[in-house]
C-alpha cells in the first residue's frame, strides 16, 4: 500500500495533463471492451455446410475489419501488388485482401497511438526517443505482413514443386491401369493429401472447376494463380493430349523424370553455393585466433619493453635530479631524457 500511495503521489500523477489524458483514455477503452464482450453475433444458416462456405468465414478483426483496412492509403496498389502473393500463399477468400489491410494497420497504428501517449507522460527530454521508437515499430508492423506473406508463398510454392513429380507418376500410373483423366487426378489428389496439402487443395480447386468448365480451362486458372511454369507445362500436356486423344501417362513420366533432374541439379547448385558462402565465415573465424596468436605475444612484449625503458628513463632523472641537489644545495631543471 506504501509504494501504491506513492506511485498515486508521485507528480507525473499528479500532473493535470496526465489525468486528462488517462480520462479520455479510459474514455474511450470503456465502449470499446463492451462492445468486444457484448457484440452480437449472428449466423447465417445456408444450405450449404459452414465448413465448406467461405462466406461463412470470420473476419481476424470481426465487425472492425473494414474500418481499419481503410485506415492507410494505398488500396489499388495492394491489389495489384499483394493479390497475386495472396493467391499464391493460398489465400482465396474475397476477404483476404481486406484482412491484410486490416492487421496491416493495427500494426501500424497501435505502436504509433502508443507513442504519442506515452511521450506525453514521460519527461519532455525523452519525448524524441519515445516518438523514434514509435515510428521504427510502426515501421516494422508495416513490414512483417509483407514477409510474412512472401514467406508462406514461397514455402507454399515450394511444397507444390516437390509434389508435382509424385503427382505426375501417381496419375500415369492410375491412367495405365485403365481409369479416366479425372478419376486419375482424383485419385493421385485422395493420395497426396497426407503428405502435401498444399498440392492437394490447388487439386481439388482445380477438380471442382473442371466440373464446371474444363480441365484445361482449370489447369490454366491454376498456373495464373501459382504463376508456376511445371504447371503451365502439365496445362500444356494435358490439353493436346485431350485435344488429339492421345494417351498422357507416358509424357507424364517424362515430365516426371525430367522435373527430379531439375531439382536435383536445382538442390546441387544450392549445395555448391552454401559450401562457397561458408568459407567467408570459416576464414574469418580462423584468422581471428591466429592473429591474436602471432600478434599477441609480440605486442605484450613490445608493451613490457616499453614499460621497463620507462621505469629506466624515470630512474635516470631522479638520480640526475639527487646529483644535482647534492651538488648546488637546491634542485636545477633537469632535461627529460624521453624527449631525446
Known amino acids: 500500500m506504501d509504494v501504491l500511495n506513492q506511485w498515486l503521489q508521485s507528480p507525473l500523477l499528479q500532473s493535470e495533463w496526465t489525468r486528462y489524458v488517462l480520462l479520455g483514455l479510459g474514455a474511450m477503452a470503456v465502449p470499446l471492451v463492451l462492445y468486444v464482450l457484448f457484440r452480437p453475433r449472428v449466423r447465417k444458416v445456408e444450405a450449404v455446410e459452414e465448413a465448406d462456405d467461405a462466406s461463412q468465414h470470420e473476419l481476424v478483426l470481426g465487425d472492425m475489419t473494414q474500418a481499419f483496412a481503410g485506415q492507410l492509403p494505398g488500396g489499388d496498389r495492394d491489389r495489384a501488388q499483394l493479390m497475386p502473393l495472396l493467391r499464391q500463399g493460398g489465400f482465396y477468400r474475397q476477404t483476404a485482401l481486406i484482412e491484410y489491410q486490416a492487421v496491416r494497420a493495427v500494426l501500424v497504428l497501435t505502436p504509433l497511438v502508443i507513442g504519442v501517449a506515452a511521450a506525453l507522460l514521460v519527461d519532455r527530454r525523452y519525448t524524441l526517443p519515445v516518438l523514434l521508437g514509435a515510428g521504427v515499430a510502426a515501421a516494422f508492423g508495416f513490414a512483417i505482413p509483407r514477409v510474412y506473406l512472401s514467406v508462406q508463398a514461397g514455402k507454399r510454392t515450394r511444397e507444390i514443386e516437390r509434389g508435382l513429380p509424385v503427382f505426375a507418376d501417381l496419375t500415369s500410373i492410375a491412367l495405365l491401369a485403365g481409369q479416366s483423366l479425372l478419376a486419375s487426378i482424383q485419385r493421385a489428389t485422395d493420395q497426396l493429401r497426407p503428405t502435401f496439402p498444399g498440392l492437394a487443395s490447388e487439386l481439388d480447386i482445380v477438380l471442382a472447376q473442371a466440373d464446371l468448365l474444363s480441365l484445361s480451362v482449370a489447369f490454366e486458372q491454376w498456373a495464373d494463380r501459382s504463376q508456376m511454369q511445371e504447371i503451365r507445362n502439365i496445362a500444356v500436356i494435358l490439353t493436346q493430349s485431350q485435344r488429339l486423344g492421345n494417351d498422357p501417362s507416358t509424357v507424364l513420366m517424362e515430365f516426371a523424370t525430367n522435373m527430379r533432374i531439375n531439382l536435383r541439379q536445382r538442390a546441387d547448385a544450392q549445395a555448391q553455393r552454401t559450401t562457397f558462402l561458408a568459407l567467408f565465415p570459416t576464414i574469418l573465424f580462423l584468422w581471428l585466433p591466429a592473429l591474436v596468436m602471432l600478434v599477441g605475444p609480440v605486442y605484450f ?5 616499453r614499460k621497463a625503458s620507462r621505469e ?14 647534492n651538488l648546488f644545495g637546491e634542485p636545477a631543471p633537469a632535461e627529460d631524457p624521453r624527449t631525446d
Open 312 to 325: 629506466a628513463m624515470d630512474s635516470a632523472n631522479e638520480q640526475l635530479k639527487q646529483q644535482q641537489l
Open 301 to 305: 612484449d613490445f608493451a613490457e619493453k
